[in-house]
């Protein structure tokens, strides 16, 4: 099984006591100068310019990857060994990015997403679906690695334009059930790709479905858009992730009933959210605010314990 976490190197950082929590939560600094990112026989060090892929045994460089200019590190990375992919910004004037078979050592595809650069992907575990975000932040689109020319979804995060700070798929083995972003605005989005992919009643009737192409229609349909309003105060960088999915089924019919999620929200101030995600059968979400704390206390405490 290969390492999912993002490591942050940044020297000096006020963040280097929390090391181990972010590890854990997969967050990244606001400017990273260097990130690792660590499989069980595969290492890749993303530079500004620059990614190398590493055997992990024998320290040992398999692979050089010029890149576009990358101050801030942006990357994806998929953890399952079967479809093992880095994804990296494709140019600095557009929303591309190009995928990289990190076991095969070679160019997978090149997806064309956004017309503005990307600030934010993600892969699934699964190496299925990547997710991006440009620097608009209107617009979430997914894509099927398998197939780059596939847009699978396109959700709309809202009408003004907001910085995304972090995407994150549920895991799953097949298609995500749940796909979260931060932003700039303070607020979780949450979509719902389980409820997306199964089919719906098309209002061809309107006006508005009858001008505009499904494509484009589905990008303006709420339905499958879900908002966590100021959890954090806005224009603080956060980090979500949903760290557990499960899925209650009726026994008898295996229908699904609800599917059920631990989301957790780290802030660069340090503070810590861990939220309880419920969406039923009709789509209709729920949520409790589990715990929260400030790690930069927590972290002072044991200190001082110790």
Known sequence: MASEYLIPIQEGSATKDLLEV?????????????????????????????????????????ETIDTVPNIKGLCAFS???????????ASTT???????????????CEIEAHRTPL????????GMYIATASEQGTIIRVHLVSDATKQSY?????TYPSTIYSL????????????????????????????????????????????????????LDPAFHHV??????????????????????????????????????????????EYNLSVDANNDLTWSLGREFNLLTVTLDKAFIS
């Open 168 to 219: 994150s798929f549920g895991p799953s083995k097949q298609l995500p059930d749940i796909l979260a972003a931060s932003s700039s605005s303070g607020s979780v989005h949450v979509f719902t790709l389980t409820h997306a992919s199964q089919p719906r009643i098309k209002r061809s009737s309107s006006i508005l479905g009858s001008i505009i192409p499904d494509a484009v229609s589905d990008v």
């Open 79 to 89: 953890t399952s060994l079967d479809a093992c992919y880095l994804a990296l910004p």
């Open 119 to 126: 600030v934010a992907m993600v892969l699934s575990s699964n």
């Open 228 to 273: 966590l309003h100021n959890v954090v105060p806005a224009g603080i960088k956060s980090y979500a992730v949903i760290r557990k999915v499960d899925n209650l089924t009726d026994t008898s019919t295996s229908e699904l009933l609800a599917c059920r999620a631990i989301m957790s929200v780290i802030t660069y101030n340090g503070q810590f959210k």
């Open 94 to 108: 557009k929303g591309s990015a190009l995928l990289y078979n990190v076991m095969d050592l070679h160019l997978h």
């Open 22 to 62: 972010l590890l854990l939560l997969r967050c990244c600094s606001v400017r990273v100068s260097l990130l690792l990112l660590v499989l069980v026989i595969r290492l890749v060090v993303i530079l500004q310019d620059k990614a190398y892929i590493y055997e992990l045994n024998s320290l040992t460089i398999l």
């Open 154 to 158: 396109s959700f709309r995060r809202g």
